[in-house]
């Protein structure tokens, strides 16, 4: 196992230059290129600013603040926290399971903290997904 470990260690120091140096010589490349767009791009043309995307398209560029952004905003809001929860509980879980020295307790806690967050997070993505459809139905049917 120990030399099983080495080869692995001598590989991940042979690689590692290599790929440092491919990125290196590369990246002038991409960035010369980022460089040579013209001004009148769409893609750098904001949003909101006449000319825009938008404008371009047909619609109006609109920064009012509707109840329909205001929701969204918040929807966004709570799933960035329920994200940052998800993410806490996983690390703290494998924290656990990791420091736990073989204790069957610790080891079965750890499991079912991180198989309940994982169930909660995809309830979370069904009850955001649900919501947005019908919030979409609801516009549609207020708008025309």
Do not use: H
Request: zero cysteines; a positive charge.
């Amino acid at each position: 196992m120990f030399k099983y470990n080495k080869y692995i260690f001598k590989k991940i120091k042979i690689l590692t230059p290599l790929i440092l140096t491919i990125v290196f010589i590369f990246s002038p490349i991409f960035i010369g290129q980022a460089q040579t767009l013209p001004e009148n791009n769409m893609i750098l043309t904001p949003l909101t600013e006449e000319g825009g995307i938008a404008d371009q398209v047909g619609y109006a560029a609109v920064n009012e603040n509707t109840p329909r952004t205001i929701i969204a905003n918040i929807v966004r809001v709570v799933l960035g926290f329920t994200g940052i929860i998800f993410l806490i509980l996983i690390i703290t879980s494998g924290y656990q399971w990791m420091m736990s020295g073989g204790n069957e307790e610790k080891i079965t806690s750890a499991k079912k903290r991180i198989s309940n967050a994982t169930i909660g997070l995809i309830l979370i993505i069904f009850a955001y997904s649900i919501f947005s459809f019908f919030f979409a139905k609801l516009w549609q049917i207020l708008s025309s």
